[in-house]
């Protein structure tokens, strides 16, 4: 098997864990403080977000080689758990480097741009 093919496999098996778990923990959460507030949602992009930190922290330092096993955590179980840990540590980045209109500009977008997709596709769906 290539190792291009080894990747998405890695990948494929990350995602497919990521989801389980996010619905594990979501529906969990959900059931605990009940649905009044998103909490199990909040629950995951909060624990995702810092999860994906530690993964980019042990990158950066390389800690972690260059491997199929980044892909599979960062990629897919992470990728899965949550897109928001992607949008923070995206937006940690730009923030770092002192890009703090696009940081700002980043952070706006995200929102403003995904609320206004769900509203739209919700008008739709009512016909």
């Known amino acids: ?8 496999c890695y990948i494929a098996i ?12 979501t529906t969990g959460i959900d059931s605990w403080f009940g649905k009044h507030i998103p909490f199990g ?3 995951v992009n909060v624990l995702g977000s810092f999860s994906l930190a530690l993964l980019y ?13 980044r892909a599979l955590l960062g990629v897919g179980l992470l990728g899965a758990f949550t897109t928001f840990s992607t949008f923070s540590i995206e ?8 890009l703090w209109i696009k940081a700002i500009a980043n952070i706006f977008l995200n929102v403003s741009a995904c609320l206004l997709a769900g509203w739209l596709a919700i008008e739709l769906m009512k016909g």
Do not use: K
């Open 91 to 98: 937006t940690l980045t730009l923030l770092e480097n002192g």
């Open 41 to 43: 949602t909040l629950t």
């Open 1 to 8: 098997m290539s190792q291009g093919v080894l990747v998405y």
């Open 14 to 25: 990350g995602g497919a864990i990521g989801a389980c778990l996010r619905y594990f923990i």
């Open 57 to 69: 922290g042990f990158i950066e330092r390389h800690e972690l080689a260059d491997s199929p096993f």
